[in-house]
T-cell receptor, first 113, second 114 residues
Framework: SAVISQKPSRDICQRGTSLTIQCQVD?????MFWYRQQPGQSLTLIAT?????????ESGFVIDKFPISRPNLTFSTLTVSNMSPEDSSIYLC??????????FGPGTRLTVL | ELKVEQNPLFLSMQEGKNYTIYCNYS?????LYWYRQDPGKSLESLFV?????AVKQEGRLMASLDTKARLSTLHITAAVHDLSATYFC??????????????FGPGTSLSVIP
């Protein structure tokens, strides 16, 4: 398994600003994933972050809006840029351990006013 | 594009009863996951099903996978209130992408009533 922490756990932001979310894992992992969960909804994959390479973004998500960094094998950041109320969601990072299982961080609850 | 459906989306059941949640997916895959999410919390991994015919049990929950039918079930036996949560199935797209991509179903919100 893996122990994952995220910072901040929650934040309230003004529209037009940006927020950077940090994800820290207690072991080295190759793949890290960023998901968005809108209120009452399922999880949608934003991007996959592999250390040492550009993140791979899913359809509907772009780097200018959600830039991601992956400086080493235990850490990643997701920035939500130029926020609007539609960005209010829970943002979760996850990691894949071994071949079979993804473990999720506690999430960052973002409210944009 | 892989689509994952769950049925039902909402389930209210009495304590002590049995019920099954169904997860259908639209393309071939041999890896499927079940997660539990409590309100305001993150996701907890319940089961990883890796092959056709796989069956796993933990307490009152049992999950199975039929890759030929593209169907997984999560069976609840003698439900208790502590099982109230949202349950997600998630399907791995496997070799269809160059990286591991997992698609989540919409979730089944389970409420167990005394």
């Amino acid at each position: 398994s893996a122990v994952i922490s995220q910072k901040p756990s929650r934040d309230i932001c003004q529209r037009g600003t940006s927020l950077t979310i940090q994800c820290q894992v207690d072991s080295q992992v190759t793949m890290m994933f960023w998901y968005r969960q809108q209120p009452g909804q399922s999880l949608t994959l934003i991007a996959t972050a592999n250390q040492g390479s550009e993140a791979t973004y899913e359809s509907g998500f772009v780097i200018d809006k959600f830039p991601i960094s992956r400086p080493n094998l235990t850490f990643s950041t997701l920035t939500v840029s130029n926020m609007s109320p539609e960005d209010s969601s829970i943002y979760l990072c996850s990691v894949e351990v071994g071949w079979n299982e993804q473990f999720f961080g506690p999430g960052t609850r973002l409210t944009v006013l | 594009e892989l689509k994952v459906e769950q049925n039902p989306l909402f389930l209210s059941m009495q304590e002590g009863k049995n019920y099954t949640i169904y997860c259908n997916y639209s393309t071939t895959s041999d890896r499927l996951y079940w997660y539990r999410q409590d309100p305001g919390k993150s996701l907890e991994s319940l089961f990883v099903l890796l092959s056709n015919g796989a069956v796993k049990q933990e307490g009152r929950l049992m999950a199975s996978l039929d890759t030929k039918a593209r169907l997984s079930t999560l069976h609840i036996t003698a439900a208790v209130h502590d099982l109230s949560a949202t349950y997600f199935c998630a399907v791995d797209m496997g070799m269809k992408t160059s990286y591991d991509k997992v698609i989540f179903g919409p979730g089944t919100s389970l409420s167990v009533i005394p």
